[in-house]
T-cell receptor, first 113, second 112 residues
Framework: NAGVTQTPKFRVLKTGQSMTLLCAQD?????MYWYRQDPGMGLRLIHY???????AKGEVPDGYNVSRLKKQNFLLGLESAAPSQTSVYFC????????????FGPGTRLTVT | GENVEQHPSTLSVQEGDSAVIKCTYS??????FPWYKQELGKRPQLIID?????GEKKDQRIAVTLNKTAKHFSLHITETQPEDSAVYFC???????????FGKGTRLHILP
């Protein structure tokens, strides 16, 4: 099992460009999450999904959109990137909801210039 | 909204000594408290968790205590080893609202 994977690993964007980050999990987990990690700020939840076809806002959703068309995939989109979105993005999934262990992907380092 | 304060931000201990990291939370409805360990350049991994109906939980050298009245919980690592060097994050989860808030992290250095 690959667990949770993320694509790409690194990306540099110019301000105003758009991109999509892909998260995939092969553990048949219902819940999936997108976090951003900034120095000294810990992990902050952007959006999450409780199952295929569902999405919900987390702590810092502005400037991001998500989609969960297939149970195994959770996409994070930036429509018009801003320097404030420079961060490391982690995807995670869990089997038994938000009270269960979250399995994290390896992260995507995004720089917006 | 929920706020989770984590202290200290940096902690250095001699190998073999104990380390304690503390977190406080503000939402009395929070009922699940996991701790994650993140080694340099790697992904966070769950090391221990505690539910609100339990006061203490141990797993070998790691223990977590919870004081619901005071709204704080702590991670205790005994007989520290070099591989314990990492950033540790606490989190408070409110299952009713699907809400999770992480602390800002503690960088633990184990000194030889």
């Amino acid at each position: 099992n690959a667990g949770v994977t993320q694509t790409p690993k690194f990306r540099v964007l110019k301000t105003g460009q758009s991109m999509t980050l892909l998260c995939a999990q092969d553990m048949n987990h219902e819940y999936m999450y997108w976090y951003r990690q900034d120095p000294g700020m810990g992990l902050r939840l952007i959006h999450y999904s409780v199952g295929e076809g569902t999405t919900a806002k987390g702590e810092v959703p502005d400037g991001y959109n998500v989609s969960r068309l297939k149970k195994q995939n959770f996409l994070l989109g930036l429509e018009s990137a801003a320097p404030s979105q420079t961060s490391v993005y982690f995807c995670a999934s869990s089997y038994s909801g938000i009270r269960g262990e979250q399995y994290f992907g390896p992260g995507t380092r995004l720089t917006v210039t | 909204g929920e706020n989770v304060e984590q202290h200290p931000s940096t902690l250095s201990v001699q190998e073999g000594d104990s380390a304690v990291i503390k977190c406080t939370y503000s939402d009395s409805a929070s009922n699940y408290f996991p701790w994650y360990k993140q080694e340099l350049g790697k992904r966070p991994q769950l090391i221990i968790d505690i539910r609100s109906n339990v006061g203490e939980k141990k797993d070998q050298r790691i223990a977590v205590t919870l004081n619901k009245t005071a709204k704080h919980f702590s991670l205790h690592i005994t007989e520290t080893q070099p591989e314990d060097s990492a950033v540790y994050f606490c989190a408070a989860i409110t299952v009713r609202d699907d809400k999770i808030i992480f602390g800002k992290g503690t960088r633990l250095h184990i000194l030889p």
